[in-house]
């Protein structure tokens, strides 16, 4: 077998930027898009102050999250261990960027030129490319230089012809690639004799990329994780960024078909106590639409939606969108027959509707706010309890009055969703996260574990009150539903669109310069709290 990997050493690295030029070059890519890219890390105070630069990109790793999610299969790994992109069939929903964990993926939605608009130079018009234009794009390890070299029977990483271009053109020498699986090769003899780490190894990606800190390999001595740095200085370019991928059209996807799902699953399960609400129903099942319909006016590709059905087998969005089709399927025979059965399933449907956004969450391993497994349980019951909440309004308007078990549920919900939001919590600051997302989280704009959220719980109380006449708990109930709702729907459009930082960047261990050691990394811009 041939396994592909980059070996980069960072005593040689002198942060020239000559990949980064030359990988635009062989791919042009589009302005403000780099697939090969070299940052710059210093820490330390004077006099003790350490540089080192890091070449990043796509890291083609073992256990691509980017491919795990993807809903089209456009995105698929070669049995070398590249990572490919497939245009024709990518529908743009940018998954694969929030799953990565190395901000390696990119999407471009309009031409763009380096000088402005109407002011394209001759090689940008030349060589543009509209097959990327709305989907996902990324480094392909210059998969064609790879493949006619093999062809013509040349050896990449040898042969310059057959080589990546960012590592051909590398000036010092501080770019190798090769096979791993090869134990004459050119990087597993560099692995063999210098200690050598992978950036985010801890989330299991099994990165192709190995960074060469020092030649100590005698020295078994593990490496201790890069410290956490709240407000690091000079180093922002580095620090967790805001995704910004999916905004506010995502946010109300969450939104709209947590609490449409919810919202059908207490209208059935009120079906027990009272009439079923069929105008609730039917309100229930145009939220979710209006949700997916805000994720379709997101996609890069809109009218190839159909293939966010071709991955079931381990996207939870493919799944979200099969979920999807048997709750409309059954949740519209419910409403057209009148007939409380269909609408149980359909309630079953949406409830594995909603279990699947929450799963979309916690496996974009490139968001440390999201990928937690806390979140999910915490999506759950959030949708269950704005569902309770939304039916306790509805009843208030059919007039049928307070119904004791909705308002128990609501009640018991709302509980549950403060214990999770603090389950989630406290795991998050335990293991780290980026210092702004924890700060967004905390933002009393986010609803959950602020006073609103007691007054659910107080309000709903008093509206269980026997002595408390029909009128005024009915309206007690409905405000506290409301306000449920409320706090979910702030809660989730937060997390999506202010709390969403990414991973950012780490060096766990700064190169050995001339005849001095290894020192300790940094995560900049990350906490505990």
Known sequence: MTRWAIVVDLNRCVGC????AACKHAN??????????VLDFEVGSF?????AFLPVGCMHCDEPSCREVCPSTATRKRDDGIVTIDYDICIGCAYC?????YQARFRVDEPAAAYGPGRRMRHEERREDPARLGVAQKCTLCVERIDAGLAAGL??????????ACVASCISGALQMGDLDDP???VSRLLRTHRHFRMHEELGNGPGFYYLYDGEIADATPIDPAPMEPEPVGLAAVSPQLQRNWDWRAAANFTLGGAGTGLFAATMAAGLFAPVLWAA??????????GLFCVWLEIGRPWRFPNAFRNPATSWMSREAWAGIAFFALGGLSWLTGSWLPGLAAAAAGLGFLYCQARILRAAKGIPAWRRPEIVLLIFITGLAEGAGLWNVAALGAGIGPVTGMVLALLALAALRLAAWRRYRVALGRVGAPTRALLALDDPATGLGTPAELAVLALAALALIPAMPAGPAAWLAALAGMT???IGWMFKYRLITRAAYNQGYAIERMPARGAGRSAAGIRPGWARA
């Open 28 to 37: 042009a890519t589009a302005p403000g898009v780099q697939w090969r890219k």
């Open 47 to 51: 006099p003790e102050v350490r540089r």
């Open 155 to 164: 050896t990449p990483g040898v042969d310059m012809e057959a080589t990546p």
């Open 97 to 101: 960027a929030v799953a990565c964990p």
């Open 281 to 290: 129903a039917l309100l229930a099942m145009a939220m979710v639409a209006a």
């Open 184 to 186: 004459d090769s050119n």
């Open 17 to 20: 930027q000559t990949c980064t």
């Open 484 to 486: 449920a709702a409320a």
